[in-house]
């Protein structure tokens, strides 16, 4: 069965410095990797995706994040944090199947990005 | 951009009654997905539907919980006998093709039963 863990329930960061959020995944094969972002009563942002090829992912609103398969890693990373950063953050992982299979995404408990001026 | 409708943004229900949520995806997409988020929890899969018919369902999603497509263009998830614990965040996405694709969400129904 597939897994997320986000080891940080809560994170404060300085306007202007840089970020890190932490996802490890458990998955049996090649993982489908995704990070959304959640805006206090809003629905999910897709922010970026991995499906293959580079492991490094651009995403948006000047987001990054980096796939380790040594070390089931997919961290969220982005270099000057602004305040309408401050929400929560969630990682998720897609299981590969057929072309003609849906495939659930499994989330992990989410990292609340809190941001100081 | 397209988007993932869903309506309404807040139901409240006495215990026992039925709901219905209803979702519009975006139109050129195949895959479809129910998801919950109870308050202060993480985001739980319900359900896929592709092809008209449930592909997987949670262990969650019991004889209380229905998906249809009723026609080209709603989706929606009927809980049956609503209970105090169903009340969440319904989440609906939807996806162009199955793992390849990341699926996109609608800004979610809030549920409360009372």
């Known amino acids: 069965a597939q897994s997320v863990t986000q080891p940080d329930i809560h994170i404060t960061v300085s306007e202007g410095a840089s970020l890190e959020l932490r996802c490890n995944y458990s998955?049996?094969?090649?993982?489908?990797l995704f990070w959304y972002v959640q805006s206090p009563g809003q629905g999910l942002q897709l922010l970026l995706k991995?499906?293959?090829?580079?492991?490094l992912v651009q995403g948006i609103k000047g987001f990054e994040a980096e796939f380790k398969r040594s070390q089931s890693s997919f961290n969220l990373r982005k270099p000057s944090v602004h305040w309408s950063d401050a929400a929560e953050y969630f990682c998720?992982?897609?299981?590969?199947?057929?072309?003609?299979?849906?495939?659930?995404?499994?989330f992990g408990t989410g990292t609340r990005l809190q941001v100081t001026l | 951009e397209p988007e993932v409708t869903q309506t309404p943004s807040h139901q409240v229900t006495q215990m026992g009654q039925e709901v219905i949520l209803r979702c519009v995806p975006i139109?050129?997409?195949?895959?479809f997905y129910w998801y919950r988020q109870i308050l202060g929890q993480k985001v739980e899969f319900l359900v896929s539907?592709?092809?008209?018919?449930?592909?997987?369902k949670s262990e969650i999603f019991d004889d209380q919980f229905s998906v249809e497509r009723p026609d080209g263009s709603n989706f929606t998830l009927k809980i049956r006998s609503t209970k105090l614990e169903d009340s969440a965040m319904y989440f609906c996405?939807?996806?162009?093709?199955?793992?390849?694709?990341?699926?996109?969400f609608g800004d979610g129904t809030r549920l409360s039963i009372l």
């Open positions: 139109s050129n997409h195949l895959y």
């Open positions: 539907f592709y092809n008209n018919e449930i592909s997987e």
């Open positions: 998720a992982v897609g299981a590969m199947e057929g072309t003609g299979t849906a495939s659930k995404l499994t």
């Open positions: 991995y499906f293959s090829g580079d492991t």
């Open positions: 996405a939807s996806a162009y093709r199955g793992a390849v694709q990341p699926q996109h």
């Open positions: 998955y049996g094969a090649t993982p489908y």
